[in-house]
């Protein structure tokens, strides 16, 4: 069985200290997509908050997979590789 974890230091039930004093527990693809749509909103409020829901390492897990997804969803439209399309974003030369 697979398991999610809601964060990496752990209080009770496995929810980060912060989010368990509000009640609400965040699990790692909420942070993760929270934080990017902050960072690209330049929102630094959002930015706080979502990284305030789960480790920092468990914050980079979720923000990886969802770069990975992104760029697969972005290939498939494009009909490109996902290499091309990292690169592309990034405004590295496609080679």
């Not at 230091?9 to 934080?35: C, K, L, M």
């Not at 960072?39 to 997979?65: M, R, T």
Request: charged share 20%; aromatic share 6%.
């Amino acid at each position: 069985m697979r398991r999610f974890f809601t964060a990496g230091r752990s209080g009770e039930h496995g929810v980060a200290p912060a989010a368990a004093a509000r009640g609400r527990q965040h699990n790692i693809f909420e942070a993760a997509a929270t934080y990017v749509s902050a960072c690209a909103e330049d929102d630094q409020q959002g930015i706080d908050e979502a990284s305030s829901w789960v480790s920092p390492e468990a914050l980079s897990f979720g923000v990886n997979e969802l770069a990975c997804r992104a760029v697969i969803a972005l290939a498939r439209e494009r009909d490109e590789s996902p290499q091309s399309v990292a690169r592309s974003l990034l405004g590295l030369p496609v080679g």
